[in-house]
């Protein structure tokens, strides 16, 4: 459908694509992020990173003079079409679909839904609006495909997961990304003006994998809120406030629950640990915070059932999402916390427990080599086999002081991630998607 339109767009009698801000970045900014609202809270259903990616990248914008205004498909029929999320950045709620109930598989059939109520916000205004589309994920893509071209504005793109990566790393038992996902895909590849990747690796997998030209990918590593995740008032208190014991070896898992980020591993690796080590039983506490998504949904118990038959049901304590500032917590409390996804674009949870002075084990795979410094901030594991994590936890058992040394220094290393700068590296985004819009639209009318 979105070819047709845009063969459409460029017979019918609308004025030319604007050619106004060739040097300097955009003014106003349509953020699009359908599947997920910024509003929801992280680690529930589809919320996680991206919601937080959205919100914190929106707020910073904003306070670099580019108002963003964040088109997100309607959940509830209480919701106000438009919110505020913080001055300069609005949320504005879009009725694509029943609220309720709608899986983000059925998604891509609401997307001429969703499209109209963009374009119904977008009549109101006078022609110009809105300089540049941001779109996030690829379903996002396809209306910001539309919108940019009817707009006459730049696309910039940031993928966030790619189905060809996710299926070449699938969890047992984790279902495939459809067909069509990766068609659309590599059709928002091709119309972006500029496409934003998390890592070099991820830009070199938009290259590898969607033929993506390289002069168009651009890597801006995510940020960090330095401000609510920082060591603050150390291990010890958090512990005391989360009712947690002050001797414990705590293994945390933060995070959706779905066979991609791969809890299972942990608790598995837990149980090898237990039956080595006996005596670690009176001393370790392995919370698993957050809430079924994805696949994950279709198994909602799953994880209870397995710590029960790994015999391990009396040491894991399960604890629903839980707001920002309790977040940060639950990491300052841990041990460490454990990653063994089997893809992760960056893992920004790691970055967020490094600053809060927490060491990181993590699977090597995506982005996770770059947020955690192996050795250093945490350890990096290749491949998902439990006893591998269970010969680091038990050098974080043996050795209490690792926690201590690693977490001070992942502390460090997250200071270079502040959201501060990747807002003004997405601004110098922007501002190339701006100026190569314009070379191409002259091109095109000269």
Not at 116 to 128: L, Y
Request: aromatic share 6%.
């Amino acid at each position: 459908m979105s070819q047709y339109v845009s063969r459409l767009g460029r017979r019918s009698t609308a004025a030319p694509p604007r050619l106004r801000l060739p040097h300097r970045r955009p003014r106003r900014v349509a953020m699009l992020s359908v599947h997920t609202s910024p509003l929801h809270q992280p680690g529930t259903g589809d919320a996680g990173g991206m919601n937080v990616y959205i919100v914190e990248l929106a707020q910073r914008l904003a306070a670099i003079n580019i108002e963003v205004e964040i088109f997100t498909r309607a959940t509830t029929a209480a919701l106000p079409p438009v919110v505020e999320l913080t001055p300069g950045v609005l949320v504005r709620h879009v009725d694509a679909g029943p609220y309720e109930g709608l899986a983000k598989e059925d998604l891509p059939a609401q997307l001429c839904a969703f499209t109209h109520g963009v374009m119904q916000a977008w009549a109101g205004h006078r022609p110009g609006y809105y300089d540049l589309v941001h779109s996030h994920y690829w379903l996002s893509g396809h209306v910001g495909w539309l919108a940019a071209q009817r707009w006459g504005a730049p696309l910039v793109h940031a993928m966030h997961t790619m189905a060809k990566v996710k299926n070449a790393s699938l969890a047992e038992g984790d279902t495939p990304e459809p067909a069509a996902r990766v068609i659309g895909e590599t059709q928002i590849v091709s119309a972006a003006d500029r496409l934003i990747a998390n890592t070099e690796d991820e830009a070199g997998e938009l290259v590898r994998h969607y033929a993506a030209e390289p002069g168009k990918v651009a890597v801006v590593h995510p940020g960090v809120n330095l401000e609510r995740f920082r060591p603050a008032d150390g291990r010890a208190a958090a512990r005391a406030r989360l009712g947690l014991p002050q001797d414990a070896l705590i293994p945390l898992f933060a995070g959706r629950i779905q066979p991609l980020k791969a809890p299972d591993v942990l608790l598995r690796a837990v149980a090898v640990l237990l039956d080595e080590r006996p005596e670690l039983r009176s001393r370790i506490v392995v919370p698993v915070v957050g809430g079924p998504s994805g696949s994950g949904l279709t198994k909602p118990e799953g994880l209870q059932k397995l710590a029960a038959r790994l015999g391990i049901a009396d040491v894991v304590r399960f604890r629903p999402p839980v707001e920002q500032e309790r977040l940060a917590d639950w990491f300052r409390a841990a041990s460490v916390l454990v990653m063994p996804s089997y893809n992760e674009s960056f893992g920004l949870v790691a970055i967020e427990a490094q600053a809060a002075g927490t060491p990181v084990l993590a699977a090597a795979v995506g982005g996770l080599p770059v947020a955690v410094r192996d050795g250093r901030t945490g350890f990096l594991v290749q491949g998902h086999e439990p006893a591998a994590y269970a010969r680091v936890l038990r050098e974080f058992a043996d050795r209490p002081e690792l926690s201590t040394r690693m977490g001070a220094a992942a502390a460090r290393h997250a200071q270079s991630f502040g959201w501060d700068t990747a807002a003004s590296a997405t601004a110098g985004v922007y501002t190339a998607a701006v100026q190569a819009h314009r070379r191409r639209a002259r091109t095109y009318h000269g």
